[in-house]
């Protein structure tokens, strides 16, 4: 059983950063792999990023360059580094683990949080 909690949303200007984390409960937060998905309004919820338990990581292309995943197994911890934003990354943000390796779809993860609300002005 694992509890996720997101924080670090907000309002930004596009082009501006910034920095989502998930702190995760248990103790066997190291053997999961982790990803970030989105809720964008009048969209379907889509694939942001995901890291293994080894850190390989994965990325849709439409992230490449300007998101980076990473995770800090000491604290239970999942980071989403986010550069260069976009008014279109408007959404709300959702930390997910699922028990076996990196994975880019919902049906993939077994826990998730609740969600940070991410919004980019134009």
């Known amino acids: 059983q694992v509890q996720l909690a997101e924080s670090g949303g907000g309002l930004v200007q596009a082009g501006g950063s910034l920095r989502l984390s998930c702190a995760a409960s248990?103790?066997?937060?190291?053997?999961?792999?982790m990803g970030w998905f989105r809720r964008t309004p009048g969209k379907e919820r889509e694939f942001v990023a995901a890291?293994?338990?080894?850190?390989?990581?994965l990325y849709p292309e439409f992230v490449k360059g300007r998101f980076t995943i990473s995770r800090d197994n000491a604290k239970n911890t999942v980071y989403l580094q986010m550069n260069s934003l976009k008014p279109q990354d408007t959404a709300v943000y959702y930390c997910?683990?699922?028990?076996?390796?990196?994975?880019?779809?919902?049906?993939?993860?077994?826990?998730w949080g609740q969600g940070t609300q991410v919004t980019v002005s134009s």
């Open positions: 248990g103790r066997t937060f190291s053997s999961y792999a």
């Open positions: 890291i293994s338990r080894h850190n390989n990581v």
């Open positions: 997910a683990a699922a028990r076996l390796g990196a994975v880019s779809t919902v049906p993939g993860y077994d826990y």
